[in-house]
């Protein structure tokens, strides 16, 4: 009589089903932070959608229903004034959510287990240290280009319909506006999940961790916000001229004959001269120019930042398993 043997399963089989059960193990650790993130979201969606309700309702009275139709009716009301402060800020908060996301990330998620020693665990439970890495890292990756996604999308929704030549502060340039309306803020959430796993393999305290990883997110931040405009080449105007509405100046001044910039912000101001004319000319300018960004370079300077943002992100994760690797083989 023989007894049949189930087969074993193979190493693929095994690694798939050993990170499958890491990552549930990571959800329902978190489930609670889950919930509240969850929350978070329905509660920004909600609010932008009430804030379009409340603008189109002062906007377009039910007795001028013409109005309405008109695309480019602009009407300065309570809700328009509130939409325009609120919306002009949306692409901070999405800064300051990649911050929390890389946060959580270098704390709770993997500093405190470090720290705690309950890492252990897990690796003696046939879960080695990279997979239990990767699923520390894939869970939030995963989740953060979902939800910060989503938000995006929502909050673009929001500007556009809000949106106008007269708006104040909403335009696509606007350090407030720019990092929310396009793939910019999904590639800062990720630098953030990247960030915050190196900072913990290499710092393993989780408050300590926190800071460090908030500060470089910080650091980054504000260069790019600092430097945007010299991501893409910019467009010149000769002359004394207007490049038109909606677009990003970002240098205005006279040329030399020699072709060297003579910027107005670096002459001072005199009654009589307020634009430096004067200063300028006195320094050798002979020649107008103003150098901006076209409407048509936002989805180049987009492309360009977010690149930037993903190869760091992927030499942070490289750097994170080879820390790993250095540490516990």
């Not at 938000?151 to 929310?180: C, I, K, M, Q």
């Not at 190196?198 to 500060?215: D, F, G, P, Q």
Request: glycine share 10%.
């Amino acid at each position: 009589m023989s007894t049949l043997t189930p087969p074993k399963p193979d190493a693929a089989e095994a690694s798939e089903a050993s990170f499958r059960g890491s990552v549930r193990v990571l959800l329902r650790m978190h489930r609670r932070s889950l919930w509240a993130a969850g929350a978070l979201l329905v509660l920004g969606i909600g609010a932008v959608a009430a804030l379009l309700v409340w603008v189109a309702a002062q906007r377009c009275p039910d007795e001028d229903v013409a109005a309405c139709n008109n695309g480019d009716l602009y009407v300065i009301t309570t809700a328009q004034n509130a939409a325009e402060s609120l919306l002009s800020g949306g692409g901070t908060v999405l800064l300051l959510l990649s911050c929390l996301i890389g946060a959580f990330v270098a704390g709770p998620l993997i500093a405190r287990e470090l720290e705690s020693g309950a890492f252990r665990m897990a690796w003696t439970q046939s879960v080695p240290p990279a997979r239990w890495l990767a699923a520390r890292l894939a869970v939030p990756a995963a989740l953060s280009v979902a939800g910060v996604g989503l938000l995006s999308a929502v909050y673009r929704w929001g500007w556009t319909e809000v949106n106008h030549p007269y708006a104040f502060g909403l335009g696509w340039f606007n350090d407030g506006v720019f990092p929310g309306i396009g793939p910019v803020a999904v590639g800062y959430a990720l630098f953030g999940v990247a960030v915050g796993a190196l900072c913990a393999l290499l710092i393993r305290r989780m408050l300590l961790a926190m800071a460090v990883t908030t500060v470089v997110l910080g650091v980054v931040m504000t260069g790019f916000t600092l430097r945007r405009w010299m991501l893409w080449p910019a467009d010149r105007l000769l002359g004394n001229g207007h490049p038109g509405a909606n677009t990003w100046i970002t240098e205005a001044g006279m040329l030399s004959a020699s072709g060297k910039k003579l910027l107005r912000q670096d002459c001072p101001y005199i009654v009589g001269d307020p634009n430096g004319v004067g200063c300028m000319k006195a320094r050798g300018g002979v020649t107008d120019f103003t150098d901006y960004h076209p409407a048509s370079h936002f989805w180049p300077l987009q492309l360009v930042e977010t690149g930037i943002l993903l190869a760091l992100a992927a030499l942070a994760v490289f750097a994170a398993f080879r820390v790993l690797r250095r540490l516990h083989g």
